[in-house]
Nanobody, 119 residues
Framework: QLQLVESGGGFAQPGGSLRLSCAAS????????MSWFRQAPGKEREGVSC???????YYADSVKGRFTISRDNGKSTVWLQMNSLKPDDTGVYYC?????????????WGQGTQVTVSS
């Protein structure tokens, strides 16, 4: 059974850091691009970062230079290191698997993890 399980969300002050993890089971992760999306209250879900199966990475302009996506296919895990956090980074963060390349429509979603940035 396929599962994407996020962890690592929580509370941070502006300027702080959090590291999100997404553990995949039931898929061969090296066949998929792994992506992070987020949804702020009252806003549409938006793409944050993506790592294609060939290792190419993509970032939304709003997080470039602050967030870093990484993956270990052997551990079936993808991470999102979030530094210099801002209140606008608040939202539910979702891990998603996309067949092969970014960008694309996700085939599978995790359940989400809450990130709150506030002073």
């Amino acid at each position: 059974q396929l599962q994407l399980v996020e962890s690592g969300g929580g509370f941070a002050q502006p300027g702080g850091s959090l590291r999100l993890s997404c553990a995949a089971s039931g898929i061969a992760m090296d066949d998929y691009a792994m992506s992070w999306f987020r949804q702020a209250p009252g806003k549409e879900r938006e793409g944050v970062s993506c790592s294609s199966s060939d290792g190419t990475t993509y970032y939304a302009d709003s997080v470039k230079g602050r967030f870093t996506i990484s993956r270990d296919n052997g551990k079936s895990t993808v991470w999102l290191q979030m530094n210099s956090l801002k209140p606008d980074d608040t939202g539910v963060y979702y891990c998603a698997a996309i067949w092969r390349q970014c960008p694309g429509t996700p085939d599978f979603w995790g359940q989400g993890t809450q990130v709150t940035v506030s002073s």
